[in-house]
T-cell receptor, first 112, second 116 residues
Framework: NAGVTQTPKFQVLKTGQSMTLQCAQDMNHNSMYWYRQDPGMGLRLIYYSASEGTTDKGEVPNGYNVSRLNKREFSLRLESAAPSQTSVYFC???????????FGPGTRLTVL | AQSVTQLGSHVSVSEGALVLLRCNYSSSVPPYLFWYVQYPNQGLQLLLKYTSAATLVKGINGFEAEFKKSETSFHLTKPSAHMSDAAEYFCAVTPQGYSSASKIIFGSGTRLSIRP
């Protein structure tokens, strides 16, 4: 039981490049989330998916797209990376009870 | 609307001293409340949660938190700090009876340092 896994762990991009961050969970959770973490700002929600086939914008969705491929997988895409997207990205999934969230180990992204 | 305020972005205590990390919330409906811990270069993991069953909640690693409705607070405490407690701590809130459209709101975090 791996919980929530994310790939890659580290990535360096040049401005304008694109990439997809992958996330998978094996806990049979319906809801999945993408957050970014920046110093002094806590976690900010980018997008979330309440169930397979649905996605919704969070607090900071601009510059990102998501795909809920199936119940297990939820990917985050940067179409044209910008230095402002340098951050640590966390994927999470949550239980139906209490909305308790389980986090992946994160992806550290640097955009030059 | 929900919000969470963590007082103090950085707290430093001596090993063996009391740890107190403060969290105040604002919610229009009764909330569920959480404390998460993040060790360096890792994701967040749940320390404890309040789900209205009991106002004093015990978590992992000797931490506990008390829900005080009158003060809209959910402060995290540990009687005796250990060097391994050095980490960042996040308070979070989500409304009870949440729908799939509800989200969890995180505070900005408190970094806990332990002095030898």
């Amino acid at each position: 039981n791996a919980g929530v896994t994310q790939t890659p762990k580290f990535q360096v991009l040049k401005t304008g490049q694109s990439m997809t961050l992958q996330c998978a969970q094996d806990m049979n959770h319906n809801s999945m989330y993408w957050y970014r973490q920046d110093p002094g700002m806590g976690l900010r929600l980018i997008y979330y998916s309440a169930s397979e086939g649905t996605t919704d914008k969070g607090e900071v969705p601009n510059g990102y797209n998501v795909s809920r491929l199936n119940k297990r997988e939820f990917s985050l895409r940067l179409e044209s990376a910008a230095p402002s997207q340098t951050s640590v990205y966390f994927c999470a999934s949550s239980t139906p009870a209490y909305n308790e969230q389980f986090f992946g180990p994160g992806t550290r992204l640097t955009v030059l | 609307a929900q919000s969470v305020t963590q007082l103090g972005s950085h707290v430093s205590v001596s090993e063996g001293a009391l740890v107190l990390l403060r969290c105040n919330y604002s919610s229009s409906v009764p909330p569920y409340l959480f404390w998460y811990v993040q060790y360096p270069n890792q994701g967040l993991q749940l320390l404890l949660k309040y789900t209205s069953a009991a106002t004093l909640v015990k978590g992992i690693n000797g931490f506990e938190a008390e829900f005080k409705k009158s003060e809209t607070s959910f402060h995290l405490t540990k009687p005796s700090a250990h060097m391994s407690d050095a980490a960042e701590y996040f308070c979070a809130v989500t409304p009870q009876g949440y729908s799939s459209a509800s989200k969890i709101i995180f505070g900005s975090g408190t970094r806990l340092s332990i002095r030898p």
